[in-house]
């Protein structure tokens, strides 16, 4: 096969996996407990059923290695799943670097990214506990697409408070998430409490995932029990999901004969990096190959790189359980970049803890190299990564060219975790010159930090 040729990984549909895999068997440590809003005591299962149904509040504290996944969640995987592993040998002629560079591409999914493996587990376990609605909230539209999909697909209405400034910038995944039924606001609204507090203080609040998450989180306290609350990243359960992206890419791996030197993802709350390494780090802390694990955010957003590790709310008024994650303050209200659904100031506790114990290394930067570095990729494969993934993208070349002035091999493996093409009018931006770099004043993430709530 010529050298400039990509190669393409592929598996059967009796490769998807049966079971999900929970990294929480093999930390070195248990993971810190989530804490009640008000008393500051350890959450208990009670307290989060009036936002999730029982068999998601036992996914986010289980302990087993391995849950397995019920058929119908199986049967509506077959029609993205397995997804396809890639080796960008055009990328690397491209480079010109000894680095073997491959991808996995969740890009495939009906609504173009990752965010679809968790939305339908989601949406089955509501529906088998009787939810008729669900609420939620998304940044740049792949999660708030993915539950209304699978809303319909289970036959739940599914209203979702999308960040302002990217229902400013993507009208179009509004749009997708209306065809597939649902109702979409964008946040803050003056339809809760917590969107008409920050509107008071703020009318032209750009808004932010975690104020949107307030609004979502408001509306299913509220209803009583008849709406339930649904998350597209951060929680144990919603990473769990997402291990069906690196277990298929470890057999992948074992098609092409290769093994990873270095994983690396995007990370805003965690899932599509969680996704993908977390079944290599497990195989790493059970003694298996020593392979690196990188995270790579936005430097305008930077959680794991100038966040503290301490308790925080999941969101801007206080309504979710306190976690142990790297954190900027629940109020810290990062710019209006076109990556996002990277705009999250808060981090994965499972991932946060995974890096605080030397086990992740992160990376930051700025719009610009992001998307120059997404361009070169969408040159070299034909495909156009979201703004989120090109974060990833950024990092896999940067290795690439590290290996190459070192003149040594390096397998480097990325989740390409969605397309961007409902994200034109950010490249649009990018090739005129407007896109702005920036990285927040040490006193003005400080001063959020400040505002952590006192855990004793």
């Known amino acids: 096969m010529p050298d400039n040729i990509h190669t393409k990984y592929l598996l059967g549909e009796a490769d998807i996996p ?6 929480v068997a093999d930390m070195p440590n248990p993971p810190a407990p989530p804490l009640h809003p008000a008393t500051k005591q350890p959450v208990s299962p009670g307290d989060l059923a009036p936002l999730f149904p029982q068999a998601l509040i036992a996914q986010e504290v289980s302990g087993e290695r391995q849950i397995e996944i019920p058929d119908p969640i199986r049967q509506i995987y077959t029609q993205w799943r397995p997804s396809p592993l890639y080796r960008a040998r055009r990328l690397e002629k491209v480079l010109d670097t000894p680095a073997r560079i491959y991808y996995k591409y969740e890009g495939v999914s009906p609504v173009g990214s990752h965010k679809l493996n968790t939305a339908v587990a989601q949406a089955f376990y509501n529906k088998e506990e009787g939810v008729k609605k669900l609420s939620t909230e998304t940044g740049a539209g792949q999660w708030g697409s993915a539950l209304a999909l699978a809303g319909s697909y289970f036959n739940l209405d599914v209203e979702v408070f999308m960040v302002k400034i990217s229902y400013q910038q993507k009208p179009y995944r509004k749009n997708l998430m209306q065809t597939y039924g649902a109702t979409v606001h964008a946040s803050p609204t003056d339809l809760t409490d917590a969107g008409r507090s920050i509107l008071a203080s703020d009318p032209d609040s750009a808004g932010s995932l975690g104020l949107a998450i307030s609004e979502a989180v408001e509306v299913a306290g509220k209803s009583g029990g008849s709406i339930k609350y649904a998350l597209g990243s951060v929680l144990n359960h919603v990473l769990l999901h997402q291990t069906v992206i690196g277990q298929e890419a470890m057999l992948q791996m074992q098609q092409a004969d290769d093994y990873p030197d270095v994983v690396i993802g995007c990370v805003g709350g965690g899932s599509n990096m969680a996704g993908l390494a977390f079944p290599f780090i497990g195989a790493t802390l059970r003694g298996g190959p020593k392979t690196r694990f990188l995270a790579v955010e936005p ?33 810290f209200m990062p710019p209006s970049i076109h990556a996002g659904g990277l705009r999250y100031h808060g981090m994965s506790p499972l991932i946060s803890q995974l890096y605080n114990e030397g086990h992740i290394e992160a990376r930051a930067y700025p719009q610009n190299p992001v998307f120059a570095a997404a361009v070169t990729f969408a040159r070299a494969e034909g495909i156009v990564p979201a703004p989120e993934t090109g974060h990833a993208v950024r990092a896999a070349i940067d290795e690439a060219l590290a290996a190459r002035e070192a003149g040594e091999e390096r397998v480097i493996l990325f989740n390409l975790s969605g397309h961007g093409n409902f994200d034109m009018a950010a490249y649009d931006a990018y090739f005129a010159g407007r896109l702005q770099d920036h990285e927040h004043p040490e006193q003005e993430i400080a001063a959020a930090q400040s505002r952590l709530p006192v855990v004793k």
């Not at 305008?300 to 999941?314: F, V």
């Open 299 to 331: 430097s305008s957003c930077p959680t794991l790189t100038r966040g503290l590790y301490a308790y925080d709310y999941g969101d801007v008024v206080g309504a979710t359980p306190l976690m142990r994650m790297h954190t900027l303050g629940h109020d």
């Open 18 to 23: 049966k079971s999900w895999y929970n990294i």
